[in-house]
């Protein structure tokens, strides 16, 4: 009898075939937030100059009441769009043919900063059912 015990493992599996690496993952063509901005420019400048073909100069009109109406609001106050457009029906600007129209003048008023975006806010108009909508900051 031999000095060496055998320990049996019972049967031994055959050693796997390696497997072959994994095939390289395809790149992923990164958004390009370019386009996104450029197509919301595009339809902003196409609301203003429908509006501004439609009723002589309201793009102008609309920006100057805006700035009476923040220029109103104290430093730090908050405001939606629904209520500078509230304000310029009252003020007598007829409304443009299409609301977003009002995009561009925030927009400008933001540039120009005299407002800045701050969040969002439920919309109070009931046919937009509380649609959040851009929450604007007094600068």
Same mark, same amino acid.
């Given at each position: 009898?031999?000095?060496?015990?055998?320990?049996?493992f $019972? !049967?031994?599996?055959?050693? #796997?075939?390696?497997k072959?690496? =994994?095939?390289?993952?395809? &790149?992923i063509? @990164?958004?390009?937030?370019?386009?996104?901005a450029?197509?919301r420019?595009?339809?902003m400048?196409?609301?203003?100059?429908?509006?501004?073909?439609v009723?002589?100069?309201?793009?102008?009109?609309?920006?100057?009441?805006?700035?009476?109406?923040?220029?109103?609001?104290?430093? $730090? !106050?908050?405001?939606?769009? #629904?209520?500078?457009?509230q304000? =310029?029906?009252?003020r007598? &600007?007829?409304? @443009?043919?299409?609301?977003?129209?009002?995009?561009?003048?925030?927009?400008?008023?933001?540039?120009?900063?005299?407002?800045?975006?701050?969040?969002?806010?439920?919309a109070?108009?009931?046919k937009?059912?509380?649609t959040?909508?851009?929450?604007w900051?007094?600068?």
């Amino acid at each position: 009898m031999s000095d060496q015990t055998e320990i049996d493992f $019972g !049967d031994e599996p055959e050693p #796997e075939e390696p497997k072959p690496a =994994a095939k390289p993952a395809k &790149l992923i063509k @990164p958004i390009v937030f370019t386009t996104g901005a450029k197509g919301r420019d595009d339809g902003m400048k196409r609301a203003i100059d429908h509006a501004d073909a439609v009723i002589e100069d309201w793009g102008v009109r609309a920006m100057n009441i805006l700035l009476i109406y923040v220029g109103a609001m104290a430093s $730090g !106050d908050h405001t939606i769009c #629904e209520d500078i457009r509230q304000y =310029a029906e009252i003020r007598g &600007l007829p409304n @443009p043919p299409d609301k977003r129209a009002w995009g561009s003048v925030m927009t400008c008023a933001s540039r120009r900063k005299v407002l800045r975006s701050v969040g969002y806010a439920k919309a109070r108009d009931p046919k937009v059912h509380c649609t959040p909508t851009t929450l604007w900051e007094k600068l």
